[in-house]
């Protein structure tokens, strides 16, 4: 094995609502988990627990999902998170212009208590009240 070779492989995450198969794209252009906001970007993460606050806060009635993902191009961290909230990046939350494409469905998770969703939405609302609306 090379130096610059790994055994492992990173897997990606993206938690939402939306119904996707293997194969599908998740790609910019359509409407946010979060927002009525046409994205720019599609957001995934390298963390488990971020691709579930992911599907627990994303907007409508379907179920919660958290899918595998691969990036189809380049990769950038998500400003969004790691220079206003996680500098550093430990949640491992990135965006790309380009397309992810859906490897499967995680299907066995668990996610956080009532009482800590509860505490994430209300701090959510207090910052969209705020003015710094930042998830996407």
Do not use: C
């Amino acid at each position: 094995m090379s130096a610059n070779a790994s055994m492992f492989s990173q897997s990606f995450f993206h938690g939402t609502k939306a119904d996707l198969k293997p194969g599908d794209l998740i790609e910019v252009g359509y409407q946010s988990n979060f927002s009525e906001a046409r994205l720019s970007w599609v957001y995934f993460a390298g963390t488990l627990d971020a691709a579930i606050w992911g599907a627990e806060l994303a907007n409508g009635n379907g179920r919660e999902r958290i899918y595998v993902v691969e990036p189809t191009g380049p990769v950038e961290d998500d400003p969004n998170l790691t220079d206003k909230r996680f500098p550093g990046n430990p949640t491992l939350s990135y965006r790309s212009r380009e397309p992810l494409r859906v490897l499967a469905e995680v299907t066995r998770w668990h996610g956080h208590p009532p009482e800590q969703r509860q505490q994430m939405k209300d701090s959510l609302a207090r910052l969209q009240a705020e003015g710094a609306d930042i998830v996407d």
